[in-house]
């Protein structure tokens, strides 16, 4: 069989976990495979309209061209099929291109998934996200996993975004920036509420700077939040802070409930119903706002047992999300980049510790691993769903750097 899409051997930037990181393939608990709109991009279209393989006849009924295309990787869509929206591709929990044709004959998405490739300044980097069980598991639960390392990587040039400048910051500044932001959510000294606190005080002071086309002071700002770190003047005021243990629950389970209850994967929807049992819903899902912030301090209570055997996984969760989405220039501002973070964050703790909300011993460890991967599938893949979260955190007057303040102090 002709090669289809040829790829490139290239050094790569990446934490740790992502070199360590192996498909699974039929062995995965939540197949990328089900539940999820797939797109074909144009060649590949094209190649499995011609290919006459018997075992791709399901696939090739069930693709179709869209009338207008965002771009050349989303050309056509195969619909899904069955009560879990599987892949037409799917056969015994594995894919039948790759079986039939090989992987160069894989959708550009579908070769990438659950990886990211971008290019800066020269350096490509590779991130993976931790919709994945097996990434989540090799993120989550080794200490080094968020080191960074260069390792060689084969891939297809289509996939590999470029970056030059944001917001009027050049690549270099840029790379500057995002290094200390990493090193500060690193900095153990620190809880971890006051390193996010930290780091939207510096965030906000950055979009300040962008705005007013000064961004030449960047390297000074850093300089000067490295210090006020050092010397621990910043931690004083933040200790000030009384924790609004009413207003997380109530404001994270809000962004959770917008997003639904149900879903077509088994695998979800059991954790899901895990989840609604321990905030202590009644049998028609319903909770009432005592009993949830209830849980959510008995939860938060026993956080730190339960995370005895990974106490990295906070961090290790927000570092990997901060290299995979440019932190903090993913957004349409720095300061849109730090609200969508303390929003996965503070959805994602007051998931976990209502996971720990159980009578006698906490959840293994294990379990956290699955909320965090779920979190991640659930939440972070619909950009109009992480529209919306930035929009209402704005419109309901939380997107306010002291009452942001209050929502993360535990």
């Known amino acids: 069989m002709p090669i289809l899409h040829r790829t490139q051997n290239v050094s790569a930037l990446m934490p740790r976990f992502v070199e360590r990181f192996r498909c699974i393939g039929s062995s995965c608990e939540d197949t990328c495979c089900s539940g999820w709109s797939i797109y074909v991009d144009k060649k ?127 690549a270099s500044l840029i790379a500057e920036t995002r290094i200390f932001c990493l090193n500060l959510i690193r900095t153990r000294e620190l809880r971890l509420w006051q390193r996010l606190a930290l780091l939207g005080a510096f965030c906000d002071a950055l979009t300040q700077l962008c705005n007013t086309n000064e961004q030449a002071g960047i390297p000074g700002l850093i300089a000067e939040f490295t210090r006020l770190i050092e010397n621990g003047e ?41 989840i609604a049992t321990r905030f202590g819903a009644d049998t028609t899902g319903q909770v009432s706002a005592e009993g949830l912030v209830d849980a ?18 906070l961090e290790n969760y927000l570092r990997n999300e901060m290299f995979t989405q440019l932190f903090p220039f993913g957004g349409s501002s720095p300061f849109d980049s730090y609200l969508q973070l303390v929003a996965r964050f503070g959805l994602l703790r007051m998931l976990l510790a209502v996971q720990c909300n159980t009578q006698g011993t906490v959840p293994p460890i294990a379990t956290l691993v699955a909320t965090v991967q779920m979190h991640c599938r659930r939440f972070q893949h619909v950009q109009l769903y992480a529209k919306r979260v930035n929009e209402s955190l704005y419109d309901s007057g939380w997107a306010d750097m002291g009452k942001l303040y209050t929502l993360l102090r535990t």
């Open 44 to 170: 590949t279209y094209k190649a499995y309209r011609k290919e006459a393989v018997p075992a791709l006849d399901q696939l090739i009924a069930n693709m179709e061209r869209l009338d207008d295309p965002k771009d050349a990787r989303s050309y056509a869509m195969i619909k899904t099929i069955g009560k879990q929206n599987n892949c037409s591709a799917l056969q015994d929990g594995m894919c039948a291109v790759h079986a039939h044709l090989g992987e160069s004959y894989l959708s550009h998405v579908c070769h990438s998934y659950p990886r990211s490739n971008r290019r800066m300044s020269g350096q490509v980097e590779q991130s993976i996200t931790l919709s994945c069980p097996e990434a989540a598991r090799l993120a989550l639960l080794a200490e080094d996993a968020l080191d960074f390392v260069e390792a060689p990587v084969q891939l297809r040039e289509a996939m590999l975004s470029e970056i030059d400048s944001r917001f009027g910051v050049d």
């Open 234 to 274: 910043l931690i004083a005021t933040l200790d000030l802070i009384e924790p609004a243990y009413g207003a997380q629950a109530m404001v994270f389970a809000t962004l959770w409930a917008t997003k639904g209850f149900e879903t077509t994967s088994p695998y979800q929807q059991t954790m899901m119903d895990q």
């Open 296 to 313: 959510y301090r008995r939860g938060l209570d026993r956080m730190d047992e339960a995370l005895a055997e990974a106490p990295w996984l």
